[in-house]
T-cell receptor
Framework: KAGVTQTPRYLIKTRGQQVTLSCSPISGHRSVSWYQQTPGQGLQFLFEYFSETQRNKGNFPGRFSGRQFSNSRSEMNVSTLELGDSALYLC????????????FGSGTQLSVL | GESVGLHLPTLSVQEGDNSIINCAYS??????FIWYKQESGKGPQFIIDIRSNMDKRQGQRVTVLLNKTVKHLSLQIAATQPGDSAVYFC????????????FGTGTLLAVQP
């Protein structure tokens, strides 16, 4: 069974641009969560989706948004990029997403110049 | 953000020794806890989990201990191997219909051959 797949693996953008990251969960998993990882702040929760509905959202500005499609695949978007948005963005999936282990992808490393 | 990661503690052990990694969690209402291992360039990998109605759980070479009285979680790795070298994160989930995880700062485990 394939794991969580995130594309692209690396991305370089400039300030002010926007970016879309993609995540394909493990087959059969209906819950997708996104996390941001930086050396200074560690792993921080961005948002969580289940059956195309956002179930929970972290403390990030409105420039960060996401969505989930009917096939459970998910995308997150960051608009008007800032230097501080440089981070590893991790996607994780689980069956229903309540009290279950999350399986993480390898992440998308975003660099904002 | 909710995760503070300004300093990464390091645990250095000899190959073959047992390792104990500790974690203090923040929310006494958390009902689910997970340990993850993260190697360089990869996403977090699930190691073991435990629910709040348990105080100990064992896996292959790993044991997790939960002390709810002092809000403390520990991961014990038996016969530590060079391949165990990585950053280890504990994570907690609050009650309710969500799988949002709050991650600890992480501990770098360095195994000396």
């Amino acid at each position: 069974k394939a794991g969580v797949t995130q594309t692209p693996r690396y991305l370089i953008k400039t300030r002010g641009q926007q970016v879309t990251l993609s995540c394909s969960p493990i087959s059969g998993h209906r819950s997708v969560s996104w996390y941001q990882q930086t050396p200074g702040q560690g792993l921080q929760f961005l948002f969580e989706y289940f059956s195309e509905t956002q179930r929970n959202k972290g403390n990030f500005p409105g420039r960060f948004s996401g969505r989930q499609f009917s096939n459970s695949r998910s995308e997150m978007n960051v608009s008007t990029l800032e230097l501080g948005d440089s981070a590893l963005y991790l996607c994780a999936s689980s069956f229903t997403g309540v009290g279950e282990k999350l399986f993480f992808g390898s992440g998308t490393q975003l660099s904002v110049l | 953000g909710e995760s503070v990661g300004l300093h990464l503690p390091t645990l250095s052990v000899q190959e073959g020794d047992n390792s104990i990694i500790n974690c203090a969690y923040s929310n006494s209402a958390s009902d689910y806890f997970i340990w993850y291992k993260q190697e360089s360039g990869k996403g977090p990998q699930f190691i073991i989990d435990i629910r709040s109605n348990m105080d100990k759980r064992q896996g292959q070479r790993v044991t997790v201990l939960l002390n709810k009285t002092v809000k403390h979680l520990s991961l014990q790795i038996a016969a530590t191997q060079p391949g165990d070298s990585a950053v280890y994160f504990c994570a907690e989930k609050g009650r309710g219909a969500t799988n949002k995880l709050i991650f600890g700062t992480g501990t770098l485990l360095a195994v000396q051959p």
